[in-house]
């Protein structure tokens, strides 16, 4: 089952699943999702940019044939076979919104650049991703710098570079750098989505740790299995370090919040002696 793309309803996120099934099958290297990735990327990107080309593929009124000869006839040789071919049959399913097809060609890119890490990376990528996310949230000059408009895409990436220094997976790279030309709001909220997406793409789930310290090894593996055995499935754990919690935890995974700090218990504490 593909992670949910949360934009989208009815018949689109129904042809987001067909096709998912064609993205998330097993390939014979990991070199093979990266390439289907960065093709699916790329389409996403083309779709945007041409209205015209965009409009024509998600018409309604033209059969699912006649889409797909276009598509092939307009890319074959330009693209990954396997690329284009999610998108012919893409143009021959139902869209609630033209720009739905281009949104979910990224999301699959997601998807098959996640699954190039490879299983004994999962949890290295879904780190890394947290750690540029927040690198760049408290990074007031490297936030702007990433939003300027000024500023060339070439150049942002270059500033990722250096921030990444070589050290990161090529995975965490490829998304890094597509968070920079998606749709999302902001490189934020992109690289936030995508490591969701790592983690539901490998059967877990994403609890965000708030602690007045850093826990130990210990502490990080009994919070993740309780976590785990209470949600019936693997939890991956982001913990930021707040000082400013004074003592406990904050967790939270999905739409649930675990309140645990001083200041949550010090405020019930006082809504009970005021009732």
Do not use: C
């Not at 067909?18 to 389409?43: C, H, K, M, P, S």
């Not at 399913?93 to 033209?98: E, G, K, P, T, Y």
């Not at 979910?104 to 990376?121: M, P, Q, Y």
């Not at 949550?264 to 009732?275: E, P």
């Amino acid at each position: 089952m593909v992670h949910a793309l949360s934009s989208l309803r009815g018949s689109s996120a129904e042809a987001l699943q067909v096709l998912g099934e064609r993205v998330d099958n097993d390939r014979d290297t990991l070199e093979q999702f990266a390439d289907l990735g960065q093709d699916l990327f790329r389409l996403a990107e083309l779709l945007r940019s041409e209205p015209a080309l965009r409009r024509a593929v998600t018409d309604v009124s033209t059969p699912a044939a006649a889409k797909a000869a276009l598509v092939r006839g307009l890319l074959e040789g330009k693209v990954g076979s396997e690329g284009l071919e999610v998108l012919a049959e893409g143009v021959g399913l139902r869209w609630v919104a033209a720009r739905d097809l281009a949104d979910a060609l990224e999301h699959l890119g997601v998807i098959a650049t996640v699954r190039s890490a490879g299983r004994r990376e999962a949890g290295r990528l879904s780190d890394e991703l947290f750690t540029v996310a927040q690198v760049v949230e408290e990074n007031a000059d490297l936030r702007i710098a990433l939003s300027d408009p000024a500023r060339t895409e070439a150049d942002k990436r270059q500033l990722l570079r250096r921030l990444l220094d070589d050290r990161a997976l090529p995975a965490t790279i490829a998304l890094v750098e597509q968070a920079l030309a998606g749709s999302f709001r902001s490189f934020h909220a992109a690289v936030t989505e995508y490591q969701k997406v790592a983690a539901a793409t490998q059967g877990e789930g994403v609890a965000h740790v708030r602690v007045a310290r850093q826990l130990t090894d210990a502490e990080q593996g009994r919070l993740a299995a309780a976590l785990s055995a209470q949600y019936d499935r693997p939890v991956h754990l982001n913990v930021e370090v707040d000082p400013g919690l004074l003592g406990g935890m904050r967790v939270e995974i999905g739409d649930d919040v675990i309140d645990g700090t001083v200041a949550a218990r010090l405020d019930s504490a006082r809504r009970k002696l005021a009732g």
